[in-house]
T-cell receptor, first 115, second 113 residues
């Protein structure tokens, strides 16, 4: 199984809502990533979890809150978002988050629209 | 600083024609290089990767890429393009910090019938 799954596929939320994005992988990978991608742009790294610990936070606003309950699951909790946060949110995983030699496997993404 | 440059924002080729997408990188150590493809509204799929060894690497869907250290390049090629190859292509270099990827800005490929 080389699949990363993400739910939901699409999400529309108001600026006062609280919602969560979910990502799951069963490849035994120990590093998981959240990316934000705007149209016609490359993915921008938001967070990295390595061995279930947050290892990188790319200065992301606190209205985005990641959580890694176990090695297979990664959540992104959203609260009080702004319209400019509308984007495709991608999850990825890789074998080991301590090096640079491993390819990342990406999920299909969640298309988020903030109204 | 590490960086990846894809000089071509948009390329159009005819179906059946050959393709070359350019990628130049800047990285102090031995680069670990990747090409990803993204169809509209989808996630990224790994096409191929270079870590070491043979500088010509084969990937999925008939793609190949050649690593040229002297030119700091990792260009992607395909001998005969299919309409289904129309997508966004990203070149990336792996860096030490947490297994991060540094992406190029992407090249959008359109295929004419």
């Amino acid at each position: 199984d080389t699949e990363v799954t993400q739910t939901p596929k699409h999400l529309v939320m108001g600026m006062t809502n609280k919602k969560s994005l979910k990502c799951e992988q069963h490849m035994g990978h120990r590093a998981m990533y959240w990316y934000k991608q705007k149209a016609k742009k490359p993915p921008e790294l938001m967070f990295v979890y390595s061995y279930e610990k947050l290892s990188i936070n790319e200065s992301v606003p606190s209205r985005f809150s990641p959580e890694c309950p176990n090695s297979s699951l990664l959540n992104l909790h959203l609260h009080a978002l702004q319209p400019e946060d509308s984007a495709l949110y991608l999850c990825a995983s890789t074998l080991d988050g301590t090096g640079r030699a491993y390819e990342q496997y990406f999920g299909p993404g969640t298309r988020l629209t903030v109204t | 600083a590490q960086s990846v440059t894809q000089p071509d924002i948009h390329i159009t080729v005819s179906e059946g024609a050959s393709l070359e997408l350019r990628c130049n990188y800047s990285y102090g150590a031995t680069p670990y290089l990747f090409w990803y493809v993204q169809s509209p509204g989808q996630g990224l799929q790994l096409l191929l990767k270079y870590f070491s060894g043979d500088t010509l690497v084969q990937g999925i869907k008939g793609f190949e890429a050649e690593f040229k250290r002297s030119q700091s390049s990792f260009n992607l090629r395909k001998p005969s393009v299919h309409w289904s190859d129309a997508a966004e292509y990203f070149c990336a270099v792996g860096v030490n910090q947490g297994g991060k990827l540094i992406f190029g800005q992407g090249t959008e490929l359109s295929v004419k019938p």
